[in-house]
């Protein structure tokens, strides 16, 4: 298999605070993903960590820091370790694999590259690991494989319903569960989705399309059709889980601060036997009537302790989606920070 094979250069004697690395892969073509159409990815790697980077064939030369220099290298070593695998690489790929090597570099000083230990990660057939891109989505994919029910809380482009849905497919394709349940309270319609024309699917389709997108990322569109027929994929309104019991599934509820707390405790009790749930939501896009409390900030505060419930809080600092959001939702929490109370 190929490998990264790296070389230390001497650093020049006037500049003992800077050292110069060289990388060589083995494959041209590889290299090349690595380095991104016109060097974009270094370009990025090298404004989040603070080098110089020149690229040239299957080679790249770093400059900077030894410590910036060594994060650099291990990056770019994870990097083509994924398009060797047949992985493709976003920006956002290239911050997770930032924040994961700063995190190993924190939590293991000193030890050898081997015994770090790897952001959690989940595999579907279609997209293969997806692994978390920062802290708070590793302790969300740990949460997940360890409770029945989790609770994500968070602005968006955190990757809250994304990762809640990947894991629901890669329960499926492994049989842990049997069927997938997807949900949302329809509060713009006042629950009242029988006013609105075409069948029960065109009736909850605009709700549920974000649902619908990452479903499809994780799996082959004709499963995807040929899951809705048979009923091993579910997608229903929240008004329509009422009395009923749900056993074998893995049951996701997106946008659940817009339930009221009768909803979410409704919701919450349909939980049957090898049943997983995943409850996402963001607290600061409420759009209940004013006055009323979100059943999602109401479930997390009186479940905290319970055993086999996990909860997970997200802030503008985890977004994922693109830079630019990241600094959208940090500029409406400052704004949110200084209002009284």
Not at 252 to 264: G, H, I, K, P, R
Request: hydrophobic letters at 40%.
């Amino acid at each position: 298999m190929s490998r990264a094979d790296t070389r230390t250069l001497p650093a020049a004697p006037a500049r003992s605070s800077s050292t110069e690395l060289k990388l060589a892969f083995d494959d041209n073509r590889l290299a090349s993903l690595v380095f991104g159409q016109y060097d974009q990815n270094i370009a990025r790697i090298e404004s989040r960590l603070g080098v110089l980077a020149n690229a040239s064939g299957n080679h790249v030369i770093i400059k900077g820091t030894p410590d910036a220099c060594g994060q650099a290298r291990r990056v770019l070593e994870s990097l083509y370790e994924r398009v060797r695998l047949g992985q493709a690489i976003t920006l956002g790929d290239i911050d997770g694999a930032i924040a994961e090597i700063a995190l190993q570099g924190s939590l293991f000083p000193g030890e050898a590259e081997g015994a770090r230990t790897m952001f959690e990660q989940i595999a579907t057939r279609k997209r293969g690991g997806v692994r978390a891109r920062n802290a708070a989505q590793d302790n969300y994919l740990k949460l997940l494989k360890r409770n029945e029910l989790v609770f994500a809380e968070g602005p968006a482009g955190t990757g809250k319903t994304w990762l809640a849905v990947g894991k629901a497919v890669s329960l499926l394709e492994q049989g842990v569960v049997e069927r997938l349940i997807l949900s949302r309270p329809a509060v713009e319609a006042g629950e009242r989705l029988g006013f609105l024309p075409g069948d029960m699917r065109e009736k909850v389709d605009p709700y549920l399309r974000p649902v619908y997108d990452a479903l499809y990322d994780f799996m082959d569109g004709r499963s995807v059709e040929r899951g809705m027929q048979t009923g091993m994929i579910e997608v229903a309104p929240l008004a329509f889980m009422r009395g009923r019991t749900l056993t074998n599934a893995c049951v996701l509820l997106d946008e659940a601060q817009n339930t009221t707390s009768m909803q979410m405790k409704m919701f919450l009790t349909r939980l049957g036997e090898g049943s997983r749930m995943i409850v996402t939501g963001d607290p600061s896009q409420t759009d209940l009537p004013a006055g009323q409390k979100s059943g999602l900030a109401e479930a997390v505060s009186l479940l905290s302790t319970v055993e086999g419930v996990g909860h997970v809080r997200f802030s503008g600092a985890d977004v994922v989606r693109h830079d630019l959001v990241r600094r959208i939702v940090a500029a409406y929490e400052g704004t949110d920070s200084r209002r009284p109370g």
